[in-house]
């Protein structure tokens, strides 16, 4: 943070302990900062309560213009989208608007600050009967499980699902424990009568093959057009997963992580 960043917000916080309680309750209630975000196809806004939203959710366009491809040249009008690990929805809103809604998304998303933040960018953007917020985890298990909060920033990631473990398998000390439902994606889809996804999305840092662990279902039907994963290059489980469930590299976007073989994988079915 620079000088005079430390040095408004050492101002701003002066100012406002010195104001009654009431009053910023009240300005809080009546504080609402949106961003446009990076996408120059369609106009898509986002609620912003936190610096990391502002600066990397806003564009994140330009963070991973590798997603963007595969949204706007694989999707197809009539495609369901499972955007798994949905954080505040950027990438959701990116395939409502583009493909005008005929791609229906649903978003899996179980921290509580993202899931609040997800649901507030569907409003601001009126997606609400395009993409539908679920707020809830995937995993290899149906039981209730508990996400281990890395930070407490709306728009932050690196949670862990079960154990506190980082995505490098290192511990870490929560700064907040929270009690979720995990399903198996393939319990969820029956049990709800979900529609089979054409395209997903896996972002969880970490707990990846337990989530392709528990949708074996989903994963075998020919109705799973393409993945979008991030992955170390070294991570066989993975690669043998979806290679016996059909699966073929489509594309491989490099991710630049000092010390780390890492890339976004996109695949297709063979």
């Known amino acids: 943070m620079s000088k005079l960043r430390r040095a408004i917000d050492k101002i701003g ?8 309680d009431w009053g910023r309750v009240y300005v809080k209630s009546r ?17 912003v309560s936190s610096p990391l939203e502002y600066s990397v959710r806003a564009r994140s366009c330009a963070k991973e213009p590798e997603m963007i491809y595969w949204i706007e040249n694989l999707f197809q009008k009539g495609d369901v989208f499972f955007d798994v690990g949905a954080n505040v929805g950027a990438y959701a809103l990116v395939a409502a608007k583009y493909h005008q809604g005929g791609v229906k998304v649903y978003t899996f998303e179980p921290s509580f600050l993202n899931f609040a933040q997800l649901c507030r960018n569907i409003a601001l953007n009126n997606c609400s009967g395009t993409v539908i917020a679920l707020n809830v985890a995937l995993s290899d298990k149906t039981n209730l499980e508990t996400l281990n909060y890395n930070n407490l920033t709306a728009g932050g990631a690196l949670h862990a699902l079960g154990e506190a473990l980082d995505y490098k398998k290192e511990a870490f000390t929560p700064v907040f424990k929270q009690a979720v439902l995990s399903y198996r994606m393939d ?37 799973l057009k393409s993945v979008f994963i991030e992955i170390l290059d070294d991570d066989r489980r993975i690669m043998d997963y979806l290679s016996e469930k059909g699966f073929k590299v489509h594309k491989r976007f490099p991710i630049d992580i000092p010390g780390q073989n890492v890339a976004n994988y996109i695949f297709s079915r063979a």
């Open 187 to 223: 319990n969820l889809i029956a049990q709800f009568g979900l529609p089979s996804p054409q395209h997903i999305k896996l972002d969880v840092d970490g707990i990846e093959y337990e989530i392709l662990q528990g949708a074996s279902k989903t994963f075998s039907s020919p109705e």
């Open 31 to 47: 504080l609402s900062i949106t961003k446009k975000m990076d996408y120059s196809r369609g106009d898509i806004v986002l609620d």
């Open 13 to 20: 916080t002066a100012v406002l302990n010195i104001w009654p």
